[in-house]
């Protein structure tokens, strides 16, 4: 069991990491605006979502326990661009940052 838990105190402390990296890269960020933020592992299969912020729950209406461990693709739907979709796995494929605003 102190395994487990040294791994989730691991993965805690990289979460926790990446968001004050985002924060200081991208400084316009604001607790006032709606941030939805994913962080995914492309090193399983499906690139499923391992971490998502309070954000993206309340902006999905998922609960966290409903999106950890799906792919993002579970979000698409009829509305969803597929240019943008084609974009973000190019960018994945070739290991290059992106931002985009998708609608899904």
């Known amino acids: 069991m102190g395994s487990n838990s040294t791994k989730s105190k691991s993965l805690d ?3 926790l990491d990446i968001q004050k990296r985002a924060m200081e890269q991208y400084p316009t960020l604001s607790k006032e605006k709606l ?3 994913t962080l995914t592992d492309n090193s399983l299969p499906d690139n499923p979502i391992i971490w998502v912020n309070d954000d993206f729950e309340r902006m ?3 609960p966290k326990e ?3 461990g799906k792919n993002c693709r579970f979000l698409q739907g009829k509305g969803t661009n597929r240019d943008t979709v084609t974009h973000v796995k190019e960018c994945i ?4 940052e992106t931002e ?3 609608l899904n």
């Open 66 to 68: 409903e999106i950890l």
């Open 100 to 102: 985009v605003l998708i």
């Open 13 to 15: 402390a990289l979460l």
């Open 60 to 62: 999905t209406l998922y």
């Open 93 to 96: 494929k070739e290991g290059r």
């Open 35 to 37: 941030q939805a933020c």
